[in-house]
């Protein structure tokens, strides 16, 4: 028999009565308007409602067993698509990478790659007419695929990868090859036993020439058996830290012969007669990769409200040390570090939702220009995407385990499900581009649009602020407002770009090459780079709460959002205090005050804490965690799922009867 209460726990309960604004309020703003809120809830309401519990207790189950139920709650789920015939998002997004029907898949989608990489992909990088071939048939699920890019010896360095595949002018094919150990397809999500087909990134050469990258439509296995097929050598790499249903693969290929239409050929072409056509601009091979990297920050930023949703439920329900010692223990969300732990992440989520935003907008706009033969946007849109997927997967795995922290022991519970949500965000600093690796690359930009602008071009939108920050070595005045706290932040990271610039050229005017001169100025370019992320973020989330958006919403949303800005601001100046006392020397008055108003800015919070993650609007099942469901009935969860353990089905466990008994008599 259920424990649970029917009723909301009355400490959660007061939150909400005592709170500023309507948790509904915050919802309407935060997923942009009434209309798309009931879109994300009509889904939800559809896809979660009906599901049976169970699923949600995976870590009970082996590897191959949570591999079985992930296929199985996959049809489900598809079904579900199919039936209502959605395609995309509440926020315009294709609808299969979404946050709303992660709750429907808790160990992870087999054919997460195949819906929100490979239909993308085959889009970008092939004809019409592969599109209506290989595409169409991705989105109906009669064929299921993998991107099978990373090999076991190299992810990073694509120019590196090391798999080929050979033009055959007799039979008009291409015949494909992993020659080497290291050469094997490794890590492709779904690539193990989900996926019939894999978009192959390799090589591509004619009468022995190597063209450079190209990307192949391959098929691995039978249409009718789902056998691999001659020449292919595929499986599951093993159990991860996280991702337990993705099923990871690897993939061998011993002259696999496709026909020569079978590569995707938007940008570039082999003929008839082998004749090879190059693209326009090389990169654009990467540009699924630029696709997958604007998601990844919107899908960390709901990551992290959904651990700040359990997190700060759990903090206004869990009631321990009282503050004054003769009065009650007091809920651990007055306790003033317990706010510095949980509000600034609240406040991150928000600002990289906003980020993320700006950054889709800029992709779209992207890739309308790709259409129309037009490139000069793509090293822009790159940086930037680059270091918003960065800087988003890597502060966010940092606040999930402080959300994890504020939760005491429980939070170390499988099923306070906030190590789940950990294991997710980390993969994510790996995947799509190891954040290091791409650091450089936006370190790269920034030398040349600092170069740029030493020669007084004009810069990308998104670097203008260097242009400015060139001649203005300093605040002339500062007073402390938003926009100063921006301007400083603007200006450390031009000093930082200048002193990275320096420090690079005096390295190849002592005779190093460009590449050693950039390999030792690494450190340098990598803290550039993640500053000038800082600046856009800081920058989108100021925009939002004072520019023209901020005119039709209520003044009490308005001053919750200002109230969170301010914490943000303060505590990313804060925290790059070291670089901003390098152009700015804040007296120890200011920096006091600064101090001061963090303080004030989390007991400003403190009351709406509760409300703002209900505006998140976490279903119950996305969240499932026993500290943080919307009632807040934790304990009687928390019971619950222990009565549950497997251990507990019987009395005695056989292997004390098998072993510990006997050892304990042995020694008697
Ligand atoms: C489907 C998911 C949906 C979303 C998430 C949902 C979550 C749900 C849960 C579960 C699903 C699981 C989902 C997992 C999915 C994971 C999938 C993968 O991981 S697929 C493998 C990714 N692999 C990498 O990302 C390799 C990283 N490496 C690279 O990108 C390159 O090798 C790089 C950039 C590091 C270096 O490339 P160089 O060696 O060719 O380039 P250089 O020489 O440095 O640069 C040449 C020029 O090209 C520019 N460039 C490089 N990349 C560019 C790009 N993408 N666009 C534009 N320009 C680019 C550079 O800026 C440079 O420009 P100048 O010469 O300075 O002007
Ligand atoms: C959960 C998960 C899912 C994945 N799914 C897919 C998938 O579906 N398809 C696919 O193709 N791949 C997939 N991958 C692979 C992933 O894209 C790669 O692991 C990733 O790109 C990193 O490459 P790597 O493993 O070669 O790391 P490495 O590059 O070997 O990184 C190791 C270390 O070397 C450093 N390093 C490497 N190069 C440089 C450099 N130039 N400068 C400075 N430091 C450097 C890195 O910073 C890092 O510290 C997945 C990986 C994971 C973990």
């Known amino acids: 028999m259920s424990l649970l209460p029917k009723t909301v726990n009355p400490d959660l309960q007061k939150e909400r009565d005592n709170a500023s604004i309507k948790a509904e309020e915050f919802a309407v703003w935060w997923h942009g308007g009434k209309d798309r809120l009931k879109i994300k809830r009509d889904l939800e309401l559809h896809i979660l409602d009906d599901l049976d519990e169970d699923i949600y207790r995976f870590p009970n189950l082996s590897h191959e067993e949570i591999y079985n139920a992930a296929i199985k709650d996959f049809i489900k789920l598809a079904k579900k698509i199919q039936e209502l015939k959605v395609e995309r998002n509440y926020d315009g997004t294709d609808i299969w990478p979404s946050s709303v029907l992660w709750g429907a898949m808790p160990a992870g ?125 595929v499986g599951d790499i093993g159990k991860r830290m996280g991702f337990a249903g993705v099923n990871n693969g690897y993939l061998g290929l011993k002259n696999v012969r496709i026909p020569r239409t079978n590569m995707l050929m938007r940008h570039s072409q082999v003929h008839r007669d082998g004749t090879f056509v190059q693209s326009p601009v090389s990169v654009l091979t990467y540009f699924t990769m630029v696709y997958i990297r604007c998601l990844i920050v919107r899908n960390v930023a709901t990551q992290l409200s959904m651990a700040a949703t359990i997190a700060t439920r759990y903090s206004a329900v869990r009631r321990q040390s009282p503050i004054n010692p003769n009065e009650p223990e007091v809920q651990i969300i007055d306790h003033l570090t317990q706010q510095k732990k949980l509000f600034p992440e609240m406040a991150n989520s928000i600002a990289y939702k906003l980020a993320f935003t700006k950054l889709y907008q800029l992709y779209e706009t992207t890739s309308q220009d790709i259409k129309h033969g037009e490139f000069s946007r793509l090293p822009e849109m790159h940086s930037l995407s680059c270091i918003l ?144 992320g800082i600046c856009f973020v800081a920058a989108t989330f100021l925009e939002e709460v004072t520019g023209p958006h901020s005119k039709p919403r209520s003044p009490a949303l308005n001053k919750v959002l200002g ?10 100046v804060l925290k790059y205090m070291h670089e901003v006392l390098r152009v700015h020397k804040l007296s120890e008055a200011e920096i006091r005050s600064l ?49 549950r353990c497997p251990l507990n089905k019987q009395p005695v466990p056989e292997v004390i009867h098998t072993h510990l008994k006997p050892f304990m008599k042995s020694n008697l």
């Open 389 to 532: 997927k960065v800087l988003c997967t890597s502060t966010t795995m940092a606040g999930v385990d402080i959300l994890r922290l504020a939760c005491g022991g429980h939070g170390y519970l499988s099923s306070s499900n906030i190590g789940n949500i950990y294991l997710d965000v980390g993969a994510s600093c790996t995947y799509e581009g190891e954040n290091t690796v791409l650091l450089l690359q936006v370190g790269r930009f920034l030398m040349k649009s600092y170069r740029s602008a030493l020669a007084g071009k004009k810069l990308a939108p998104t670097v203008a602020y260097l242009q400015n920050a060139v001649k203005e070595k300093s605040l002339c005045h500062w007073t402390g407002s938003w926009e100063d706290l921006l301007k400083i932040l603007q200006i450390a990271t031009a000093h930082k770009t200048h002193i990275t610039y320096e420090n690079l050229m005096a390295r190849l005017k002592a005779g190093q090459t460009e590449a050693e001169a950039a390999n030792n100025t690494g450190i340098e370019l990598t803290q550039a780079a993640e500053l000038h």
């Open 595 to 643: 101090q001061t108003r963090l303080e004030d800015s989390l007991k400003a919070v403190r009351p709406d804490a509760v409300v703002i993650c209900d505006g998140f609007d976490h279903h119950d099942r996305n969240l499932f965690s026993t500290l943080g469901s919307y009632d807040g009935n934790v304990y009687e969860r928390i019971f619950e799922e222990a009565k």
């Open 109 to 233: 989608n087999p054919l997460a790659v195949h819906c929100g990489m490979v239909i993308e992909c085959i889009r970008i990088q092939g004809t019409d007419e592969q599109f209506e071939k290989f595409g169409k048939a991705c989105q109906s699920f009669s064929m299921t695929s993998a991107y099978a890019q990373t090999e076991l010896g190299h992810g990073t360095f694509i120019r590196g990868l090391e798999t080929r595949a050979d033009f055959d002018h007799h039979t008009d094919e291409f015949v494909l090859n992993t020659p080497t150990i290291s050469s094997y397809k490794w890590w492709p999500g779904g690539m193990g036993q989900s996926a019939n087909h894999c978009i192959v990134p390799a090589n591509l050469y004619i009468d022995n020439v190597c063209k450079g990258l190209a990307m192949f439509v391959v098929p691995i296995r039978d249409m009718e058996t789902h056998a691999p097929l001659p020449g292919v050598d």
């Open 563 to 572: 109230n969170l800005l301010e914490l943000f601001m303060i505590s990313t």
